[in-house]
């Protein structure tokens, strides 16, 4: 077959949309969109096959708006106020309708062609939608991100890969004339990762390469089918999430061998090295902390320098940071404290901030006692003075305990030198 089964079957209407029922769903937010025409803005984030360019193109045939398509692979500045132009005329005659410019892989644009969007989505000349796999926070501007609504789109369950074969099989002008019976899924489910194209692409590769009129798959035989086109790591699959978890489990238990190896795992996976470089980030953070704030640095210099750089000049740069965190001591007292506060926040609610440390901007702020028995702690021998910081129901209360390393002894050691007994240091 000339057109991919993934393209043949893809579906025309909302109401024959598989998944993301919390998008368009009965009390879905695009669902209502759609029904008041008033469709925004927006970008669509979510792993490779879970629908993105169909929902785009489905919210437009449905609004009856002109629709334009550009991929950020291959499209450029000039390409892209060519569709500007183009969506500024058609606006004339669907002056109540903005014609809706779709963006494929909006994440690998440079910054300078998403500014080259910023004032057609400004001036309503379009409705943007974008799609992309990476998290919007990083890779789009904050400009246009700050314009558009951000939708994420959840993996495909197994029941709904079940039923997107079920339709293949179904509703296909080729496969509905062979007899096919689904005898186990389980080896399409893997290979597939979640990905619905790719799981649509496997099922038609398998039918294909048997002449019988009926085909029964087994696990077994689709293996057999498509062992060439198994990989050793798939970046949307559950082997992505494993080595991920192998990796960082690695560094944080010290060991830099396993480290540099689940490393390596990715790189040659193909995994988007800013993906690894932000989760350095985290783990600098969250598993080091102030064990050795280095780290933290080390973590954010490195992502700074891969997006300079680039791969392959860049999985140096990686292996340098993660034998760095590795080797270093670890602390994970940061994070609890953080979580501590947080959960002693929801158990005692919007708690009075002292008086004495309350900001005093006006006279009659002033007059209330804002700031008044504030003591300035340069004013005194060693830049310190005992004052109550905390709201009065939480006095004494120890948050931040400092881990068992080197530097955060030395952090206890100064801290019960100031506080003596109060914190219990």
């Known amino acids: 077959m000339s057109i991919p089964l993934a393209e043949r079957i893809r579906p025309k209407k909302l109401d024959d949309y598989l998944s993301q029922k919390h998008l368009v769903g009965k009390n879905g937010t695009l669902k209502a969109q759609l029904s008041t025409n008033m469709l925004s803005s ?28 550009l991929s950020a692979i291959d499209s450029g500045v000039a390409a892209i106020r060519e569709v500007i132009e183009k969506a500024k005329k058609s606006n004339t005659l669907f002056s109540n309708k903005n014609p809706i410019l779709f963006i494929d892989e909006i994440h690998r644009f440079s910054k300078s062609q998403q500014d080259s969007l910023l004032k057609a989505v400004e001036k309503g000349w379009i409705t943007l939608f974008g799609a992309t796999t990476e998290n919007p926070s990083f890779e789009v501007i904050p400009a246009l991100l700050s314009r558009c609504q951000v939708y994420t789109l959840n993996p495909f369950t197994k029941k709904d890969l079940e039923q997107l074969l079920s339709r293949a099989i179904l509703e296909d002008d080729f496969l509905s004339k062979k007899r096919i019976k689904l005898k186990e899924t389980g080896a399409l489910m893997r290979l597939s990762g979640g990905d619905a194209r790719k799981l649509l692409n496997i099922l038609e590769l398998v039918v294909l390469s048997e002449s019988s009129e009926t085909v ?72 080091i902390g102030n064990a050795n704030p280095t780290a933290l640095v080390l973590a954010n ?28 001591p670890k602390s994970n007292a940061s994070y609890l404290a953080i979580k ?25 702020m002033q007059e209330l006692g804002y700031g008044k028995q504030y003591q300035y702690a340069h004013d005194y021998e060693g830049n310190f003075v005992k004052q109550e910081f905390l709201p009065e129901q939480l006095k004494g209360q120890q948050i931040y305990t400092p881990g068992k390393n080197k530097k955060e002894n030395e952090f206890r050691n100064y801290l019960k030198g100031l506080w003596k007994n109060k914190y219990d240091y």
């Open 340 to 364: 501590e506060a947080q959960k002693i926040v929801k158990q005692t609610g919007d708690l009075p901030v002292p008086l004495a440390i309350r900001n005093a901007p006006t006279k009659l």
């Open 301 to 328: 210099s490195t992502f700074q320098a891969i997006t300079t750089i680039g791969y392959p000049e860049a999985r140096i740069i990686l292996s340098q940071c993660v034998v760095y965190l590795a080797s270093s």
């Open 42 to 69: 927006m970008i669509f984030w979510g792993p490779p096959g879970t629908g993105k360019t169909t929902l785009a193109t489905i919210l437009a045939e449905e609004s009856n708006r002109p629709f334009y398509a």
């Open 216 to 287: 029964t798959l087994t696990n077994d035989m689709v293996l057999n089918k498509v062992q060439n086109n198994t990989v050793l790591y798939d970046k949307t699959g559950e082997r992505h999430y494993d080595i991920i978890s192998a990796f960082i489990k690695s560094i944080r238990g010290s060991d830099p061998n396993a480290a540099v190896y689940w490393l390596a795992r990715m790189v040659e996976g193909g995994e988007d090295l800013k993906f690894i470089a932000r989760r350095l980030i985290i783990l600098a953070s969250e598993d």
